[in-house]
């Protein structure tokens, strides 16, 4: 739990004061795409599935 707290924070940070640098971070698209391909992953398998019975 602890450590819920400080990945929040740390994420907090982040987003309310960003690091200046002269580019685009190479990691800047994947912060962005992979949570929602997580999330929408769990969504999915949380989704029940039909049985199908077979003849």
Same mark, same amino acid.
């Given at each position: #739990?602890?450590?819920? @707290?400080?990945?929040? *924070?740390?994420?907090?940070? *982040? #987003? @309310? $004061?960003?690091?200046?640098?002269?580019?685009?971070?190479? *990691?800047?698209?994947?912060?962005?795409? @992979?949570? %929602?391909?997580?999330?929408? #992953?769990?969504?999915?398998?949380?989704?029940?599935?039909? $049985? %199908?019975?077979?003849?």
């Amino acid at each position: #739990m602890e450590r819920l @707290f400080e990945y929040a *924070g740390r994420l907090d940070i *982040g #987003m @309310f $004061k960003p690091i200046e640098t002269i580019e685009t971070a190479p *990691g800047q698209t994947g912060n962005i795409i @992979f949570p %929602v391909v997580a999330v929408l #992953m769990l969504i999915i398998l949380l989704i029940p599935r039909k $049985k %199908v019975i077979a003849d």
